[in-house]
C-alpha cells in the first residue's frame, strides 16, 4: 500500500472529523458546565430524537462496525449471535427499565438504588460495579482504534498501535472533561448519522453485487469461505463440545441482559425531560439499532463472499478489519480512486464511532467516581472539592488506565471483549436494578450481595478462563492458569448475581422500610417527584 493510494485521503479525513467534535467540544463547554445537571445530563433538554440519535450512537460501537461483521466473516452462522443478542436487548431495556429509570434516578444507577436503601455502601457498590464496567467496554474500543490506524497506515507494528491508542484516550478525555454531556451528547448524533449512511451505502453495494439476492450472497460466502455449507450452520466458532455449546448460552445470556445494566446507556434516560421522552427515545433507538445490526450482518457476509475469509483472516486474525477491507474491495480495490474513497471513508467512520463512544463512556464512569464514590465517602467533609471537578480529574484517570489495559488486551476480538463487559454489567448492576424496582422485601445488604455477588465471580471467572491463560490468543499465551472452561462468565456470574441478592436479603436481620418501596413504586410509574 502507497502513501498516496489509500493514507493521505483516510488521514485527511480523520483529521476533519477530529476538527468538528473538537469545535463541538468547544461550542458545549462555553455553555455553563458547573453545575451537575449540565455536566451529567446536558440540562435534560434533549428531544427525544436527539436522544434516540445518541443511544443508537453510544451503543453501535467499535465491536459492531468492526468486530462482528469479523466475526461473520470467518465463522458464518455462529458470529451473528452478536447483532441478535444486541438487539433482542432492548426490549428487556423497553419493557423494563427506560421509563422507570428516568422517573427515580437523576444522574447514575446509583440514584435509583438510593431511593429506598440505605445510600452510602450501595453508592459505593454501585460506583464500583459501574467503573468497572465502563473499563472493560473502554478497552475493547481502543483494541478497536488501534487496529483500524495500524491497517490505515499499512503498518501492524507495535508502534503505531500504542500511539493510536494514547491519542484516542487524550481526545476522549479532551471530549469529557470540557464538552460534558452536552459535547458528548452531539457528537454521537453526528457520529450517529455518518455510521448509519456508511452501513447503508455498504450494504446496497454489497447485494447489488449479488443481484440483490440474499441467496446468491449466503451460497458466495460458503464457497469462499473454505468450510462449505457448514459456514452457514451453527458450530464453527462455539463448536459441537459441551463447552463450546455452554459458551455459546453464556455469552447470549450476557449480550441480552447486559444493555440494561450499561451505565452509558442507563446516563441518557436522564438528558430528556420525562419518562414518556425516555420511552420514545428508546423507540427510536431501536429502529435505528435494529437496521444497523440487520446491515452488519450483509457486510460479514459479503466480506466472506467477496474476500474471502482466508483473505480477511490473513489480514487481521480477529477479522476486525474486514469492513474496511471490503469497502476498499467494492470500491474498484487497492490502488483505485473508488477504493481509495471508499477504504478512506469508512475507515474515518470508523474512527469516528470509536472516538464517540469512548467519550460516553468516560463520561459515565467519571459520573459513578464524582456523583457515587467521591460523593459518599467526602460527604462529611466541610469543605469539598466540587463534582463536576472530581468527574474531570477522574476523567484523566479512566483514559490513563483504559490506554493500559487497550494496549494488554490489542490482540482480542473487539466484539468479544465487549461480550465480557455485558456479562459483568448483567452480573452486578441488572439484579439490583431489577429487585430494586420490584421486590417489595428488597434491603440495603441484599443490594450489596447481589452487587459483589455477582462482579467478583465474573471479574475472577474471567481471570481463570481462556481469554487470560492457556490457550494462543490468550492474554498471557504462555501461562496457563485456566481452570474455568468458558470464555465468557455470564451463565454462572449472572445467576450468582441474583442468587445473592435473594440470600443477602432473605437472610439478615434488616427489614425493609414499606413506605420507602411505595413511594418508590408510584415514582416509577407515575413520574410524581421526578426531577
Same mark, same amino acid.
Given at each position: 500500500?502507497?502513501?498516496?493510494?489509500?493514507?493521505?485521503?483516510?488521514?485527511?479525513?480523520?483529521?476533519?472529523?477530529?476538527?468538528?467534535?473538537?469545535?463541538?467540544?468547544?461550542?458545549?463547554?462555553?455553555?455553563? %458546565?458547573?453545575?451537575?445537571?449540565?455536566?451529567?445530563?446536558?440540562?435534560?433538554?434533549? =428531544?427525544?430524537?436527539?436522544?434516540?440519535?445518541?443511544?443508537?450512537?453510544?451503543?453501535?460501537?467499535?465491536?459492531?462496525?468492526?468486530?462482528?461483521?469479523?466475526?461473520?466473516?470467518?465463522?458464518?452462522?455462529?458470529?451473528?449471535?452478536?447483532?441478535?443478542?444486541?438487539?433482542?436487548? !432492548? /426490549?428487556?431495556?423497553?419493557?423494563?427499565?427506560?421509563? +422507570?429509570?428516568?422517573?427515580?434516578?437523576?444522574?447514575?444507577?446509583?440514584? @435509583?438504588?438510593?431511593?429506598?436503601?440505605?445510600?452510602?455502601?450501595?453508592?459505593?457498590?454501585?460506583?464500583?460495579?459501574?467503573?468497572?464496567?465502563?473499563?472493560?467496554?473502554? $478497552?475493547? %474500543?481502543?483494541?478497536?482504534?488501534?487496529?483500524?490506524?495500524?491497517?490505515?497506515?499499512?503498518?501492524?507494528?507495535?508502534?503505531?498501535?500504542?500511539?493510536?491508542?494514547?491519542?484516542?484516550?487524550?481526545?476522549?478525555?479532551?471530549?469529557?472533561?470540557?464538552?460534558?454531556?452536552?459535547?458528548?451528547?452531539?457528537?454521537?448524533?453526528?457520529?450517529?448519522? /455518518?455510521?448509519?449512511?456508511?452501513?447503508?451505502?455498504?450494504?446496497?453495494?454489497?447485494?447489488?453485487?449479488?443481484?440483490?439476492?440474499?441467496?446468491?450472497?449466503?451460497?458466495?460466502?460458503?464457497?469462499?469461505?473454505?468450510?462449505?455449507?457448514?459456514?452457514?450452520?451453527?458450530?464453527?466458532?462455539?463448536?459441537?463440545?459441551?463447552?463450546?455449546?455452554?459458551?455459546?448460552?453464556?455469552?447470549?445470556?450476557?449480550?441480552? #441482559?447486559?444493555?440494561?445494566?450499561?451505565?452509558?446507556? +442507563?446516563?441518557?434516560?436522564?438528558?430528556?425531560?420525562?419518562?414518556?421522552?425516555?420511552?420514545?427515545?428508546?423507540?427510536?433507538? $431501536?429502529?435505528?439499532?435494529?437496521?444497523?445490526?440487520?446491515?452488519?450482518?450483509?457486510?460479514?457476509?459479503?466480506?466472506?463472499?467477496?474476500?474471502?475469509?482466508?483473505?480477511?483472516?490473513?489480514?487481521?486474525?480477529?477479522?476486525?478489519?474486514?469492513?474496511?477491507?471490503?469497502?476498499?474491495?467494492?470500491?474498484?480495490?487497492?490502488?483505485?480512486?473508488?477504493?481509495?474513497?471508499?477504504?478512506?471513508?469508512?475507515?474515518?467512520?470508523?474512527?469516528?464511532?470509536?472516538?464517540?463512544?469512548?467519550?460516553?463512556?468516560?463520561?459515565?464512569?467519571?459520573?459513578?467516581?464524582?456523583?457515587?464514590?467521591?460523593?459518599? /465517602?467526602?460527604?462529611?467533609?466541610?469543605?469539598?472539592?466540587?463534582?463536576?471537578?472530581?468527574?474531570?480529574?477522574?476523567?484523566?484517570?479512566?483514559?490513563?488506565?483504559?490506554?493500559?489495559?487497550?494496549?494488554?488486551?490489542?490482540? /482480542?476480538?473487539?466484539?468479544?471483549? $465487549?461480550?465480557?463487559?455485558?456479562?459483568?454489567?448483567?452480573?452486578?448492576?441488572?439484579?439490583? #436494578?431489577?429487585?430494586?424496582?420490584? !421486590?417489595?422485601?428488597?434491603?440495603?445488604?441484599?443490594?450489596?450481595?447481589?452487587?459483589?455477588?455477582? #462482579?467478583?465471580?465474573?471479574?475472577?471467572?474471567?481471570?481463570?478462563?481462556?481469554?487470560?491463560?492457556?490457550?494462543?490468543?490468550?492474554?498471557?499465551?504462555?501461562?496457563?492458569?485456566?481452570?474455568?472452561?468458558?470464555?465468557?462468565?455470564?451463565? @454462572? =456470574?449472572?445467576?450468582?448475581?441474583?442468587?445473592?441478592? !435473594?440470600?443477602?436479603?432473605?437472610?439478615?436481620?434488616?427489614?425493609?422500610?414499606?413506605?420507602?418501596?411505595?413511594?418508590?413504586?408510584?415514582?416509577?410509574?407515575?413520574?410524581?417527584?421526578?426531577?
Amino acid at each position: 500500500m502507497s502513501w498516496h493510494d489509500d493514507r493521505l485521503p483516510a488521514l485527511v479525513l480523520f483529521s476533519v472529523f477530529v476538527a468538528v467534535t473538537i469545535a463541538i467540544t468547544t461550542w458545549a463547554g462555553r455553555r455553563r %458546565q458547573g453545575s451537575p445537571e449540565e455536566f451529567y445530563a446536558g440540562g435534560r433538554l434533549f =428531544s427525544p430524537l436527539e436522544n434516540g440519535l445518541a443511544i443508537a450512537g453510544d451503543y453501535m460501537s467499535a465491536a459492531s462496525f468492526l468486530g462482528i461483521s469479523g466475526l461473520i466473516a470467518l465463522y458464518g452462522y455462529d458470529g451473528m449471535v452478536y447483532p441478535v443478542g444486541f438487539l433482542v436487548a !432492548w /426490549l428487556v431495556v423497553l419493557f423494563f427499565v427506560a421509563e +422507570l429509570v428516568r422517573n427515580c434516578g437523576r444522574f447514575t444507577l446509583a440514584d @435509583v438504588l438510593v431511593s429506598r436503601l440505605r445510600e452510602r455502601p450501595v453508592r459505593v457498590a454501585s460506583g464500583t460495579a459501574s467503573v468497572t464496567v465502563s473499563l472493560l467496554y473502554l $478497552v475493547a %474500543q481502543m483494541v478497536g482504534a488501534g487496529t483500524l490506524v495500524a491497517l490505515l497506515l499499512g503498518d501492524t507494528g507495535s508502534q503505531v498501535r500504542t500511539w493510536t491508542v494514547v491519542g484516542v484516550g487524550a481526545l476522549m478525555v479532551v471530549y469529557v472533561a470540557f464538552g460534558g454531556m452536552r459535547g458528548t451528547t452531539w457528537i454521537q448524533i453526528v457520529k450517529a448519522v /455518518l455510521l448509519m449512511g456508511g452501513a447503508v451505502t455498504l450494504t446496497a453495494l454489497v447485494l447489488l453485487r449479488f443481484g440483490g439476492d440474499p441467496a446468491s450472497l449466503l451460497s458466495g460466502a460458503a464457497e469462499r469461505s473454505g468450510h462449505g455449507d457448514a459456514f452457514l450452520a451453527p458450530g464453527l466458532l462455539f463448536g459441537d463440545s459441551w463447552t463450546s455449546r455452554a459458551d455459546f448460552v453464556s455469552l447470549a445470556f450476557a449480550l441480552v #441482559l447486559g444493555t440494561a445494566g450499561l451505565p452509558h446507556i +442507563l446516563a441518557r434516560f436522564y438528558t430528556v425531560p420525562t419518562a414518556r421522552a425516555a420511552r420514545r427515545s428508546v423507540l427510536w433507538a $431501536v429502529g435505528l439499532i435494529g437496521s444497523f445490526y440487520l446491515m452488519t450482518i450483509v457486510l460479514g457476509f459479503g466480506a466472506a463472499a467477496l474476500l474471502g475469509s482466508d483473505a480477511v483472516r490473513a489480514d487481521n486474525a480477529a477479522g476486525n478489519t474486514a469492513v474496511p477491507l471490503l469497502a476498499r474491495f467494492l470500491g474498484g480495490g487497492a490502488g483505485t480512486t473508488g477504493g481509495t474513497v471508499l477504504f478512506a471513508v469508512v475507515a474515518a467512520i470508523a474512527f469516528a464511532t470509536i472516538l464517540a463512544v469512548v467519550a460516553g463512556i468516560t463520561l459515565a464512569s467519571s459520573a459513578a467516581i464524582a456523583h457515587d464514590l467521591y460523593g459518599s /465517602l467526602a460527604r462529611r467533609r466541610r469543605r469539598r472539592t466540587s463534582e463536576v471537578t472530581v468527574a474531570r480529574l477522574a476523567a484523566i484517570g479512566i483514559g490513563a488506565l483504559a490506554i493500559a489495559l487497550g494496549l494488554l488486551a490489542r490482540n /482480542l476480538n473487539v466484539a468479544f471483549l $465487549v461480550g465480557l463487559a455485558f456479562a459483568v454489567a448483567a452480573s452486578a448492576n441488572l439484579p439490583v #436494578l431489577l429487585y430494586t424496582l420490584f !421486590w417489595r422485601r428488597f434491603t440495603t445488604r441484599g443490594a450489596l450481595w447481589a452487587v459483589y455477588g455477582g #462482579l467478583i465471580p465474573a471479574i475472577a471467572l474471567v481471570v481463570v478462563s481462556p481469554v487470560v491463560s492457556g490457550s494462543p490468543d490468550a492474554l498471557f499465551p504462555a501461562r496457563d492458569f485456566a481452570w474455568f472452561p468458558l470464555q465468557n462468565p455470564g451463565l @454462572v =456470574s449472572i445467576p450468582l448475581g441474583f442468587l445473592a441478592g !435473594w440470600l443477602g436479603t432473605l437472610g439478615g436481620r434488616e427489614r425493609p422500610d414499606p413506605f420507602q418501596h411505595a413511594e418508590t413504586e408510584v415514582r416509577a410509574l407515575t413520574g410524581a417527584g421526578a426531577v
